[in-house]
């Protein structure tokens, strides 16, 4: 069984109206008729709730990366965190988008080997060699 959320999700009929504001966003800004429980938890602070609703649809808009890179890095992050729920909620993201299984095991292998090289490098404290720093 999983462990029970820490604050209730709001639903949408029980949302006051500044919240119900952020859920129709969401909805609209991704084609679909229902509310993570992520964002339902987020609902009990309705200013946090809209900034990070806010700053994700700006970070996850079209830029020089790709939709798919993006969530791909998302579920790299989310991996290294520990994040249960935002490996869930951006693994299904990413296959949505387009990524296979030999995708996401690829994937998962750099992200293990960058954690455990980074751990080396930071216990070793190797100095970083010249032909890495930016030129000029």
């Given amino acids: 069984m999983a462990n029970p959320p820490i604050v209730k999700p709001i639903d949408y009929a029980d949302a006051s109206p500044e919240v119900r504001a952020v859920y129709d966003d969401i909805m609209a800004t991704r084609k679909t008729d229902w509310i993570n429980n992520f964002w339902k938890v987020l609902a009990h602070d309705p200013a946090q709730l809209k900034r990070v609703w806010e700053g994700l649809k700006a970070v996850m808009a079209p830029g020089a990366l790709d939709p798919l890179t993006k969530e791909l890095i998302y579920v790299a992050v989310s991996a290294t965190n520990g994040c249960e729920y935002c490996s869930y909620s951006h ?46």
């Fill in 91 to 136: 693994t299904a993201a990413a296959r949505a988008k387009g990524m296979s299984e030999a995708m996401l095991m690829e994937l998962l292998a750099v992200v293990g080997m960058a954690n455990e090289t980074n751990r080396l490098a930071n216990g070793l404290r190797p100095p970083v060699d010249t032909a890495f720093l930016p030129k000029g």
